[in-house]
């Protein structure tokens, strides 16, 4: 396993731990709704993570890592309603950077990876 698929799995986990914090926090604030897209797509990301470290195939292992890099950019489009809405009295702007970095070490893997097949 490479270094960026370390670095992944930690980023990814802690990412979650903090959406699972901003999770709570929204609903200290009565917010149902996103919070719930948020929380689901937020901890998918190091779930599919860690899906692929268990892969099959070199294919599978893409896939599973496509799939976290597509729950990153929901997470991100979920962390910018929130911020722009201002339907809860939370700073996410750390968040939405976290989320950014996440995008960007998912697609790097992917497209590393799908080099490596041909």
């Known amino acids: 396993m490479g270094t960026k698929e370390n670095i992944i799995h930690v980023k990814s986990f802690d990412f979650a731990l903090q959406i699972i914090e901003l999770y709570k926090q929204m609903l200290n604030q009565k917010e149902y709704v996103l919070s719930k897209q948020l929380l689901r797509s937020g901890t998918s990301i190091g ?10 195939s070199k294919k599978d292992f893409i896939s599973k890592m496509s799939i976290s890099a597509k729950e990153a950019r929901e997470t991100l489009y979920w962390l910018k309603l929130i911020e722009k809405s201002q339907i809860v009295k939370i ?13 960007r070490i998912l697609t790097s893997i992917v497209k590393t990876s799908q080099g490596s097949l041909k």
């Open 47 to 56: 779930a599919n993570v860690e899906e692929a470290s268990a892969a099959i």
């Open 91 to 103: 700073d996410v702007s750390g968040l939405l950077e976290k989320s950014e970095e996440l995008i």
